[in-house]
């Protein structure tokens, strides 16, 4: 049950300006209570009713933690004082606060609210600066009393300072006509969100704002699967049973829709199909680009074949014939496409393509869509690299209700190098391929590398693919295993996974390893001896270094709970540890961390010598991983150390980016190697357990794979060729531009 209280704000402690969390001391008839809440727009001085309830800090002790408040009206001369000359109101402090309430007395608030101008009797008051005292006031006032408004449907204080923020006064007549419209305009305002206002103010199930809103929020969600489109038939099937009405009728809501240019129909192999607006002119922008910068030149082949002579006898190593056709393809075309699974020759295929644009007096970037990939390309190359958010100098702007981040290296201000190298392209999806086109001019050249069996991008589009698919570009898929790879049985039984080939498992390997065990208890025990005892011995690493991969979220041996029992066990509990809860996590320092979710404002910095700061940057990506170093109750943040020891902090309203990692799911740990894999494979959901999952996994192991769990599972992940099907059409439009220009 809820509590109600009653007092003065008598202090501030702290505010947080982003999202209105504030920390405030609370003077009622019997005592100082301190409160913690998102109340962006009160000030000391005012009195407040405040619901919520008391909760015991471990650090800070008793606290209210308010839910909803209310202001109210200062009652006599001395509540009318202290709240005027409290510093809410600019340029009237306690002296001029006594004057005014002593010259109108009771009826001070009214002369404020509603004769302003009366107030340059008072001595010290211009004409100007009464009218600006009752402008504070009036705004104030407005933010109240929306805030009580929105309160009564349910909306957090945060959420309601985001809608007040966004419309000002006309949001009331938004909210009680069509509140959907705020799914669209704000941030954070979901089509749930939306919904459960609409409930409440009484609209009806089958209304068009309904309808549209809907049909928009399933083509937003389709992108978490990946998906550029829908067929229309799935989105009205989608959009029907969410809604829980008949779909009959959507059609002509859809068209309405297209006519707004919020949707985009297309036939598409003897079906329509939708498509979001921005995405499909992402996708067809990316086409365009593309092609633009698939243009040859001219190269003496004679020259080029004895300058890759040269340079293999610098490296001391011998090309095989697709690699050497690979470095003259790279050498010919302003756009080429180097594809091929581990222990193919790509890293010596790329370094020798480093050599000859180099010795051709070529400037060359280097970059990978992570700080894992970025970090493992500049060891193999010997050449710095990074991030493509980096390279394109990430601005932290985003468009308005768009997922289009801005970069300060764009169209207007192009990358400024010969040659543009980017490797792991498979994790790249639609906006970042975009955006890296949008800074590449035509005569750049663009080399792209990537595995084209590895898992797609996280984000939507199967851009490596459908670039290959489109059969547009020159592409070479390297395929040999080299001699040195085959003697890692990671390597050849990742080939053996990718070709539906058995693998042996008798564990005479030096570095694949398969324990059979078929209950899930034991399983976990086994984890733990891995992490703890065996494997840091094994391959040279610490405990934390090791990962463990799991196909599902859910589950016992699911993301979830590992993480919750592995925490357990890898980082317990101590009296010198500092903990955080946080909704169902627990987080503690010295935790394994990831973030969850593309932040492009959140800063980062890079500590020398007494902690100063040496470089600082803006931006933290899903799947980046860290350490927790430190937990401030009093300012309420998590410093987490992420790879290249980069520092990030986190306001404890921000937590719901980060989660436990010392277990994390397959399609989290793209472009990232670990000294040593453990996977537990026991079943699972079918479209979970397939070979391109296993075979990503596999591929993540630098010195040793361990899979524990059961051989007919294992067996049955390399039979199951059957991959999540993901909508787009990209390598359709690069066929339809390059036709255009064959004409």
């Not at 040593?676 to 192991?701: D, E, F, H, Q, S």
């Amino acid at each position: 049950m809820k509590d109600t209280i009653t007092g003065y704000i008598e202090n501030i402690i702290f505010r947080n300006e982003e999202n209105g969390y504030t920390v405030f001391v609370l003077q009622t008839e019997d005592e100082e209570v301190t409160c913690v809440g998102c109340l962006q727009y009160i000030s000391q001085g005012e009195t407040i009713e405040a619901q919520g309830m008391f909760t015991e800090h471990h650090t800070y002790g008793k606290q209210f933690q308010i839910e909803a408040f209310q202001t109210k009206v200062p009652e006599d001369a001395m509540a009318l004082e202290r709240y005027l000359g409290s510093g809410a109101i600019k340029g009237v402090g306690t002296a001029l606060a006594a004057r005014i309430v002593r010259h109108f007395k009771e009826d001070t608030l009214r002369i404020i609210e509603e004769e302003p101008e009366c107030l340059a009797e008072i001595k010290g008051i211009s004409q100007r600066m009464a009218r600006e005292i009752g402008q504070q006031i009036a705004e104030k006032s407005h933010m109240r009393n929306a805030m009580m408004f929105l309160q009564q449907y349910g909306i957090s204080l945060t959420l309601g300072a985001k809608i007040y923020q966004q419309y000002g006064q006309e949001m009331y007549g938004i909210i009680k006509d069509n509140p959907y419209q705020m799914a669209e305009d704000i941030p954070g305002v979901g089509f749930k969100i939306a919904d459960d206002i609409a409930v409440k103010i009484g609209i009806r199930r089958d209304s068009e704002y309904r309808i549209r809103s809907g049909m928009l929020y399933v083509l937003t969600q389709s992108t978490q699967a990946g998906h550029i489109y829908l067929p229309q038939r799935e989105l009205l099937e989608q959009t029907s049973r969410m809604l829980e009405i008949g779909s009959e009728g959507m059609e002509r809501h859809m068209m309405n829709l297209a006519m707004e240019r919020k949707i985009v129909l297309k036939e598409f192999q003897d079906e329509v199909i939708v498509y979001g607006s921005q995405l499909y002119h992402l996708e067809l922008d990316t086409a365009r680009m593309l092609n633009d910068l698939n243009v040859s030149g001219t190269v003496d082949l004679t020259v080029l074949e004895r300058r890759i002579t040269r340079i293999e006898e610098e490296m001391q190593t011998t090309l095989d014939e697709m690699q050497h056709q690979a470095v003259i393809e790279a050498a010919q075309n302003g756009l080429f496409i180097l594809t091929g699974g581990p222990g193919t020759g790509k890293t010596t295929t790329i370094n020798t393509m480093i050599q000859y644009f180099s010795g051709e007096g070529m400037s060359i970037a280097l970059a990978a869509p992570t700080g894992r990939a970025a970090k493992r390309m500049t060891e193999t190359t010997g050449c710095e690299a990074s991030t493509i958010h980096r390279l394109l100098e990430l601005s932290g702007n985003m468009e308005e209700q768009s997922s289009i981040v801005q970069f300060e290296r764009n169209d207007e201000n192009p990358l400024e190098a010969d040659v543009v190298i980017i490797d792991e392209m498979s994790m790249v999806d639609i906006y970042l391929m975009h955006a890296l086109l949008s800074a590449i001019t035509v005569g750049t050249r663009l080399i792209l590398v990537g595995d084209v069996d590895q898992l797609p991008s996280v984000g939507p589009g199967n851009v490596l693919k459908d670039i290959i698919n489109s059969h547009a570009f020159h592409v070479v898929e390297l395929n040999r295993i080299f001699r040195q790879a085959t003697r890692s049985d990671i390597v050849l039984n990742a080939h053996r996974i990718n070709h539906g080939d058995p693998v042996p498992l008798d564990n005479k390997s030096m570095d694949f390893f398969f324990l059979k065990r078929y209950d899930a208890t034991i399983i976990i025990r086994v984890l733990i001896a891995l992490i703890q005892e065996k494997l840091p011995k094994f391959v040279d690493a610490k405990p934390s270094d090791i990962q463990v991969l799991t196909p599902m979220r859910k589950g016992i041996l699911g993301v979830e709970q590992l993480n919750q029992i592995l925490q357990r066990y890898l980082n317990p509990p101590s009296p010198g540890k500092k903990e955080k809860e946080f909704g169902q996590h627990l987080f503690r320092q010295g935790d394994k961390v990831m973030q969850i979710k593309n932040n492009y404002q959140l800063e980062w910095e890079i500590r020398g010598r007494y902690n100063i700061p040496i470089d600082t940057g803006i931006g933290v990506f899903n799947g980046d991983m860290g350490i927790i170093r430190d937990l401030n109750d009093f300012a309420e943040t998590i410093t987490v150390e992420f790879e290249e020891g980069r520092f990030v902090e986190y306001s404890y309203k921000q937590l719901d980016e980060l989660e436990l990692a010392y277990a994390i799911t397959i399609h989290k740990s793209q472009g990232s190697e670990y000294p040593a894999v453990v996977m537990p494979i026991l079943g699972g959901p079918k479209m979970l357990m397939n070979r391109n999952l296993l075979y990503t996994a596999v591929t993540r192991a630098r010195k040793c794979v361990t899979v524990v769990g059961s051989e007919v599972a294992f067996q049955a992940m390399i039979d199951n060729e059957r991959e999540q099907r993901r909508y787009s059409t990209l390598e359709y439009r690069i066929r339809e531009f390059g036709e255009k220009g064959d004409a």
